[in-house]
């Protein structure tokens, strides 16, 4: 069976979503990749007649959309697994969480019980999310109606409708935000790196930078849209010294998805990280591999997305003082920036006091 990576591109109203799908699909046939594409499920519905304004309501419509995607994303994956290929990549032109973004809590918490899945589900099953900025925030002078015959919004609809977006995302393990700091060329390299980096085809190497903070306010956090909480429970394996080998269970109010994590340090001590998702039977199967040298670490994330950038805050039990903050990037020279809410205290970068596995063979309890 080939290896089989499902991502999602979206964005804001006149992201570049249209022009990006075409360079993905070129550039990585190129790599030697067999691509498929889920077209957007709302363009070939609204086209036929089936709209949130002929249905009975906005939630009849989103049930019929979201099921409909699921569907189509069902088919395309069992399409994939027997093609005669090594590696495919299903591009979906839009995911099950863009529909988040056109509901309010309760239609969306129906819609959910009505396909029986939880939004976490929906939005972990895809391996990565690369979200384009619509033009109207950043390059207001480049948006327009006239590519677009579905598109209305003014810029600061459309601008409101683009951070829905990203809130409904946040979370998801592997999500980019591609923002319109440079020219449109650039910004679709920089979407190509981003994919190109997340599947380890140019450089399978992680560049993670690490900030000690003081402790967050737990309450701004829980109330900002762009934020998400996750639970992590993380346990170490047995393994080779040059390798570190974790699994993680990751999500939150009884609803989990599982990992597994290999990194290597290569001869000139870069990291090499590989993933790959876990079912629930195998997690449990792995746990009785834990490494008794590590004690299981258990964590609070906030993912927080933020002048562009993805802000991966965990908080630890034995910690009160001061949290961590990641952000894995593609290249070094990118500058970091927090919201004035978050206070550094340094750097840790490259520090092994502060590495995961260094904190769960510290005896429980120990703070620093």
């Known amino acids: 069976m080939p290896k089989v990576t499902k991502i999602v591109v979206t964005g804001g109203p006149c992201g570049g979503k249209t022009t990006a799908l075409t360079r993905i699909q070129r550039d990585l046939a190129h790599l030697g990749y067999t691509v498929l594409v889920v077209p957007e499920t709302a363009t070939s519905l609204i086209s036929g007649g089936v709209a949130p304004w002929t249905c009975a309501s906005n939630e009849d419509y989103q049930k019929c959309q979201m099921l409909l995607q699921l569907q189509k994303e069902q088919v395309f994956e069992r ?49 990565a999310v690369f979200h384009l900025v619509s033009a109207a925030k950043g390059a207001e002078e480049f948006y327009t109606l006239d590519n677009n015959g ?16 990203i809130a409904a995302w946040t979370g998801h393990p592997h999500f980019r935000v591609i923002d319109n700091r440079s020219d449109f060329e650039e910004k679709m390299r920089h979407l190509m790196r981003e994919i190109t980096y997340f599947l380890g085809d140019l450089a399978p190497f992680e560049i993670e930078r690490k900030f000690l903070i003081e402790y967050p306010d737990v309450a701004w956090l829980d109330s900002l849209p762009n934020c998400e909480r996750v639970d992590i429970v993380q346990t170490y394996l047995r393994s080779e010294p040059d390798q570190e080998i ?86 070094e020279e990118t500058e970091v920036h927090f919201p004035p809410e978050l206070h550094v205290i340094r750097e840790v970068t490259g520090n092994p006091d502060y590495r995961n596995a260094v904190i769960a063979s510290k005896p429980k309890g120990a703070t620093h």
């Open 79 to 127: 399409a994939a697994e027997g093609m005669d290929a090594d590696r495919v990549v299903i591009v979906c032109d839009r995911g099950e969480l863009d529909n988040k973004a056109y509901m309010n809590d309760e239609e969306f918490a129906h819609v959910l019980s009505f396909l029986g899945k939880t939004e976490i589900e929906l939005r972990d099953d895809y391996d």
């Open 150 to 165: 579905a598109r209305y919004e003014s810029v600061e609809e459309a601008a409101a409708l683009d951070d829905k977006f």
């Open 246 to 331: 974790r699994i993680r269970q990751r999500g939150s109010e009884g609803n989990y998805i599982y990992y597994l994590t290999e990194k290597r340090i290569t001869k000139n001590h870069t990291r090499m990280e590989l993933q790959r998702r876990l079912s629930e039977r195998e997690y449990l199967t792995l746990l009785m591999q834990a490494d008794p040298a590590f004690r299981q670490i258990e964590k609070t994330r906030y993912c927080l997305t933020y002048a562009g950038q993805y802000l991966e805050i965990d908080l630890f039990p034995c910690w009160d003082d001061q949290a961590m903050v990641e952000i894995e990037l593609t290249q």
